[in-house]
């Protein structure tokens, strides 16, 4: 079992930067693939980002050269930079974990967060 808690949303302007931090329990954390998705009022739960136990990023193309993944296996944690944040960024952001390699369909993920808000201001 993989427990994760998302940290890090809030509000903020366009153009500015939010880093959010998602702590995962279990001792075989190393081995997860991370991601992050997002959900905005009325949409579907989209891919944003994710990584593979060795380190490898994958992005969705809306956000590549404006967000970075990364994960710390010593700390249990996976974080979001998001810089140059937009308006159509606003969503609640989820961390998941799943055993296997990247995916982007959020069915295949194992383990989720509740949740973290972000709101970006025009």
């Known amino acids: 079992q993989v427990q994760l808690v998302e940290s890090g949303g809030g509000l903020v302007q366009a153009g500015g930067s939010l880093r959010l931090s998602c702590a995962a329990s279990?001792?075989?954390?190393?081995?997860?693939?991370m991601g992050w998705f997002r959900q905005a009022p009325g949409k579907e739960r989209e891919f944003v980002a994710a990584i593979d136990w060795s380190g490898s990023p994958y992005y969705t193309d809306s956000v590549k050269g404006r967000f970075t993944i990364s994960r710390d296996n010593a700390k249990n944690a996976v974080y979001l930079q998001m810089n140059s944040l937009k308006p159509e960024d606003t969503a609640v952001y989820y961390c998941?974990?799943?055993?296997?390699?990247?995916?982007?369909?959020?069915?295949?993920?194992?383990?989720w967060g509740q949740g973290t808000q972000v709101t970006v201001s025009s």
């Open positions: 279990g001792r075989t954390f190393s081995s997860y693939t």
């Open positions: 998941a974990a799943r055993t296997s390699v990247i995916v982007t369909k959020s069915v295949l993920y194992d383990y």
